[in-house]
């Protein structure tokens, strides 16, 4: 044989070239512990900490059981997961977000748990909104979320007193007087935490629209009498409002500030009003002393409410799964309502049990006292729902940062943008 | 019969081009023709030129503007890295005490992901506590600090900076392997001819770094127009629209729209436009032929 090393080396490249193909894996044995995969997306160093602890938990109680955690990073986690799942990967629990579960189920890749909720000892336990969130898609619990993002008002207590404001504001209207009366350019002052990029439409929407008396519930860009929303005139003055605010109460470098900016605007006291979800308290609490901060329900509009989007994550079974039975065990065990508040308060945002709000001191009292009356007023702080299954709804992100940022630029007018954002949902 | 054994030899590499290059290629310029939204994948159907129609005629993303914003990125961080890292790989040549540590140090930049880079660099260029505006006030240049990344007009500067520290390194490295392969001889020969440093450099130096400085050039441009990771950490393609280059609104189009359809379309777009572009250098550089002296 000639070259006989050359054909040795040949033969390996081959096949190390052909190795993907055959690392589909082995089968699992019919007997021996069972091994369920979790993936979650919104991974972070110390969550998935606590993950870990709860699936060491469940694997004292379920000997029988492993759970094998797959944590991608955050900034692509959802992706890897899509694209798991549209390989059909072997999967058992999934983390659902807000954002992902339509599309997920456009794809088919998720179980309906109508039936697993239905027998589950805690299923009445849960909050109305938790089975809101659940039935997001098709009115059918393609979910069971485990916690809540709702935003709420961040204050720098200690520099509002420096510049003799005691009291908090009730209403937008206060939040931006003080906010403009705070800001001292020259001292490096300012008022407003502002959003400028990566999701803002989700604070302005708040600040702007609630002062639209007839918002619809479920879908908070329509009145109830189906106009656009921000079409109606109190929207516009709302916006301009915005605008002004912009100008005078928030540094140009503003319209460029992701949430990091944002909380650090707050943290170093540049400014102290600051609009997040809870999961921010936990950073926010370790940088400042209690007696320097607080956080207030968000302050109403004109109309007398405050629209509120609910983010939320939760925990879904896929469709290729395996041990459905299995992962429905799981899933209801991480969120009880003992696991589910323990999570919670160790990650921050907010839990999903009734229970947890009447019972849990640290859900009723100090900071989260706020997130509690936005929870249970309804009258007053309105849940409303984005048009999350609208086929335009994922593009409006990049749209939406584009004309405001351009408005409050000053190369666009208040009409014009208005304009461009009615013909885009048309 | 020797001949056979070595097409043999060359089917693993084949292999792996046709799996990790080709394949994929291909498979993403199918895409560009279908409606490959992953928001519903039941009504896959090929749409013709949609894809490219929408991504060209985006009302509200000004194509033209990418376009705009992707040459000037690619000009302006190429030649100043060009000229730096010539000028670092000469300032090189000639051992010094230290020179190696110092080489690690300059070199380091290029080590670093993309995506770190732009994070690092926003907090530098931030409007309130960034290095940046801190420094240039103390030194008296600015009475009160800017925000670079949040006005349309510097934002692709403060973006271009990073990139061009970024990618200095690579012309370092690359120029100053060609440089240390110049024979003395030559240098010699010129100066007993009775050249000067400046004659030298154009007659001796640039003639013989000349295919290195061709290919480096070539291969910088793609890396270049395929890099989004500085610009997505630091501005996003914001201000309104400013940054924004033709990979950063592919990604955009892919990672958060989930339509795989327009973003294929854009990819599309990037290949055939810098495949235009190396045909028309290659001519360009061929013409002149590499001097052997």
């Known amino acids: ?426 | 019969m020797e001949r056979k054994f070595y097409r043999w030899m060359l089917v693993p590499a084949f292999l792996f081009l046709t799996a990790f290059i080709y394949y994929p290629v291909l498979r993403g310029s199918v895409m560009a023709f279908q409606n490959y939204n992953l928001f519903d994948l039941n009504q896959l159907r090929f749409n013709g030129f949609d894809n490219f129609k929408a991504v060209l005629s985006d009302p509200h993303i000004r194509f033209a503007q990418i376009l705009f914003n992707t040459a000037i990125w690619l000009f302006g961080s190429l030649f100043f890295q060009f000229v730096l890292g010539f000028g670092l790989a000469l300032l090189l040549k000639k051992p010094f005490a230290g020179r190696g540590l110092y080489t690690a140090f300059v070199f380091y930049g290029w080590a670093l992901s993309g995506f770190a880079i732009g994070l690092t660099w926003a907090w530098l260029f931030n409007g309130q506590f960034g290095l940046v505006n801190d420094m240039l006030i103390r030194i008296g240049l600015l009475s009160e600090p800017i925000g670079f990344l949040s006005n349309p007009n510097l934002a692709m500067i403060s973006v271009i900076i990073p990139n061009i520290w970024y990618g200095v390194p690579f012309f370092g490295i690359m120029l100053l392997a060609a440089l240390q392969s110049v024979p003395n001889e030559l240098y010699e020969a010129a100066t007993l001819d009775g050249a000067g440093s400046i004659r030298k450099f154009t007659s001796v130096t640039v003639p013989y770094v000349k295919p290195t400085i061709v290919s480096t050039i070539l291969l910088r441009t793609m890396w270049i127009v395929n890099f989004p990771d500085i610009i997505y950490a630091m501005t996003n393609g914001g201000p309104v629209n400013r940054t924004n280059i033709l990979a950063t609104q592919m990604i955009n189009k892919v990672f958060k729209e989930y339509d795989y359809g327009q973003g294929s379309a854009i990819g599309l777009i990037i290949m055939i436009l810098l495949f235009a572009y190396a045909m028309l250098y290659l001519r360009m550089t061929e013409k002149k032929g590499g001097d052997t002296l």
């Open chain 1, 1 to 426: 044989m000639k070259h006989p090393m050359t054909i040795l080396l040949v033969l390996c490249t081959l096949l190390l070239v052909l190795s993907p193909a055959f690392a589909a894996g082995t089968k699992e044995e019919a007997s021996g512990p069972v091994t369920l995969t979790f993936v979650e997306t919104m991974t972070s160093p110390s969550r998935t900490a606590q993950i870990q602890e709860l699936i060491a938990k469940y694997e004292a109680q379920n000997p029988n059981v492993k759970i094998n955690l797959v944590s991608p990073p955050y900034e692509q986690a959802d992706n890897k997961l899509t694209l798991m799942l549209n390989s059909n990967q072997e999967l058992d629990i999934i983390e659902v977000r807000d954002h992902t579960v339509k599309q997920f189920v456009n794809n088919n890749k998720l179980v309906d748990l109508t039936d697993y909720l239905k027998t589950w000892d805690q299923g009445d336990d849960l909050l109305p909104l938790t089975m809101t969130a659940a039935t997001t898609v098709n009115n059918t619990p393609y979910l069971l979320p485990q916690f809540f993002f709702v935003k709420g008002l961040f204050v720098r207590t200690d520099i509002l007193a420096k510049h003799g404001f005691t009291t908090m504001p009730k209403t937008i209207e206060e939040l931006y007087k003080m906010s403009i009366a705070i800001t001292g350019k020259a001292a490096n002052q300012y008022g407003f935490g502002f959003r400028g990029k990566g999701s803002a439409f989700k604070i302005s929407d708040i600040l702007i629209l609630s002062d639209v008396d007839n918002i619809n519930v479920d879908n908070i860009y329509k009145t109830t009498d189906g106009s656009f929303a921000f079409s109606s005139p109190a929207a516009r003055k709302a916006v301009a409002a915005y605008v002004d605010l912009y100008k005078k109460a928030v540094p140009s470098d503003g319209i460029n500030w992701g949430f990091n900016e944002q909380v650090n605007g707050f943290i170093s006291g540049t400014t102290p009003f600051l609009v997040q979800d809870p999961d921010t308290v936990s950073m926010v609490a370790e940088a400042l002393d209690p007696s320097q901060w607080t956080v207030i329900p968000m302050p109403v509009g004109a109309s007398g409410k405050t629209y509120l989007d609910y983010g939320f994550a939760g925990l879904g079974i896929p469709s290729t799964s395996k041990h459905k039975d299995l992962a429905w065990d799981f899933i209801s065990f991480m969120v009880n309502a003992e696991n589910n508040a323990d999570f919670c308060r160790a990650y921050g945002p907010l839990p999903v049990h009734t229970s947890t709000y009447a019972n849990d001191p640290y859900f009723s009292s100090g900071v989260y006292k706020s997130w509690e009356i936005e929870m249970s007023n309804p009258a007053t702080y309105v849940f409303v729902k984005y048009p999350l299954d609208n086929p335009k709804y994922p593009a409006w992100a990049q749209v939406q940062e584009q004309t405001m940022q351009s408005l409050l630029l000053g190369s666009t007018t208040v009409d014009q943008a208005i304009k461009s954002w009615e013909d885009y949902w048309k």
